[in-house]
């Protein structure tokens, strides 16, 4: 099973978990602000690592960045699956391209 999908898995169980037990379920118990700050924050952490010499920095925080963002997603109860269709969807279409064709 692909990484990602077995990482939706274990969020979707741990989500119910107890929050002194599971950083999913306390994320979960946090609500949605806190969690959307929290994918901001390692967003902003990833930047400067992508902006630090060395890779492997921004490989962990890259790692973060997703597993926040997986967290979320599941929160907002969207399956993976959609956001692998929307890019599936993109597959082909440049994005200067894409830009271009939106009206001003
Ligand atoms: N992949 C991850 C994962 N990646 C990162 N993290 C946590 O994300 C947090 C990152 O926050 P920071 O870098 O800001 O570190 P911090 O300063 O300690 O965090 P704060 O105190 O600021 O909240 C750390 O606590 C990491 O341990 C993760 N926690 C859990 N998982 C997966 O989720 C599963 C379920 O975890 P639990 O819900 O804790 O059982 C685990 O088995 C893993 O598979």
């Known amino acids: 099973m692909h990484t990602l999908t077995r990482l939706e898995h274990i ?23 806190i969690m ?5 924050e390692e967003a902003v952490e990833a ?3 992508a902006l630090s010499d ?7 925080e890259a790692a973060d960045l997703v597993f926040h963002l997986m967290v979320l997603l599941s929160a907002k109860d969207i399956p993976l699956s959609d956001v692998m269709a929307e890019l599936d969807r993109r597959e082909g279409v440049s994005g200067l391209d894409e830009k271009a064709s939106r009206g001003s």
Request: aromatic share 2%; no cysteine.
């Open 11 to 33: 969020i979707s169980q741990r989500k119910v978990a107890d929050p002194d037990s599971s950083y999913v379920a306390k994320l979960n118990s946090l609500g949605l602000p």
């Open 36 to 40: 959307a700050r929290k994918l901001g």
């Open 47 to 49: 930047v400067v690592a």
């Open 54 to 60: 060395g890779k492997d920095d921004l490989v962990e």
